[in-house]
Nanobody, 129 residues
Framework: QVQLVESGGGLVQPGGSLRLSCAASKFTLDFYAIAWFRQAPGKEREGVSCISSSDGSTYYADSVKGRFTISRDNVKNMVYLQMNSLKPEDTAVYYC??????????????????????WGQGTQVTVSS
């Protein structure tokens, strides 16, 4: 069974940093765009960032531009989300997801299970003093 596993979440003070990791098992991430989504209590799941496999292009939600950086290591079959200058409003469960396409331009950052069929279980990020 194909699987994604997120790690790296935790409690951090405002202004701090965390790096989330997304590991794939039983399939290779090489051919797929990978995105990070997040869901805060009482809110809808929202797209945070996406990285294409076709050309490595990256996309970010306006709320995280300049603070978050997505990257991938195809050798290790991993995707990362470096989060800096964290704010309390970044508190959420963070999920990585595999797109059906190699391009984020096609998949987009809207929550669409038909375009993102494989999900991890999520990792909690809490930003609080």
């Amino acid at each position: 069974q194909v699987q994604l596993v997120e790690s790296g979440g935790g409690l951090v003070q405002p202004g701090g940093s965390l790096r989330l990791s997304c590991a794939a098992s039983k399939f290779t991430l090489d051919f797929y765009a990978i995105a990070w989504f997040r869901q805060a209590p009482g809110k809808e799941r929202e797209g945070v960032s996406c990285i294409s496999s076709s050309d490595g292009s990256t996309y970010y939600a306006d709320s995280v531009k300049g603070r978050f950086t997505i990257s991938r290591d195809n050798v290790k079959n991993m995707v990362y989300l470096q989060m800096n200058s964290l704010k309390p409003e970044d508190t959420a469960v963070y999920y990585c997801a595999t797109a059906i396409s190699s391009s984020c331009r096609y998949s987009g950052l809207n929550y669409a299970p038909q375009k993102y069929p494989v999900w991890g279980q999520g990792t909690q990020v809490t930003v609080s003093s």
